[in-house]
């Protein structure tokens, strides 16, 4: 039973045992053990606080970004825009070329088929005008070919010039 109910002599050698234990350890091992915990906490603090400023930099590094890929985006379009532009003002400029010259080739071959078409007129009359001369020399031989023919022919002309 003295295990279970020590003897009072056995309590206060403990507590002597304790408190001198207890001494040693508050002048010896506590100072470096709340000295190493702060040192500890101290360099988790600076860690936490590189890490926040780190994150800091980053989200204003990531703002940077956006922003530069929403100016790069923007002069994107804008470059896009104006190329568009050009390219329709470079199709309406050659669509009006390619008119003028068609309109102008249309005029040319217009005037080089009246022309063409005055020279065959003028070749057909002067034909006709042959043939006109050819035929009435063929009449005259056969008509004027009598002596009688010819004095008749020539009276018929004078009655029917009328001079005023």
Known sequence: MELIKPSFGLIFWMLIGFGILFFILAKFAWPVITNGIASRNKKIQDQLDE????????????????????????????????????SEKLYEEAKLKANNEAQAIIDDAKQAIYYEKMKAITDVKNEIANFSIDIAQKVLKEELSDKERQEKLIEEWVDNCKLN
């Not at 800091?56 to 470059?79: F, G, P, S, T, V």
Request: net charge negative; charged share 40%.
């Open 51 to 86: 890490a926040a400023r780190v994150h800091a930099e980053l989200e204003n590094m990531n703002q940077k970004y956006e922003e530069m890929l929403a100016d790069a985006k923007a002069e994107r379009d804008a470059i896009v825009a104006d190329a568009r532009k050009v």
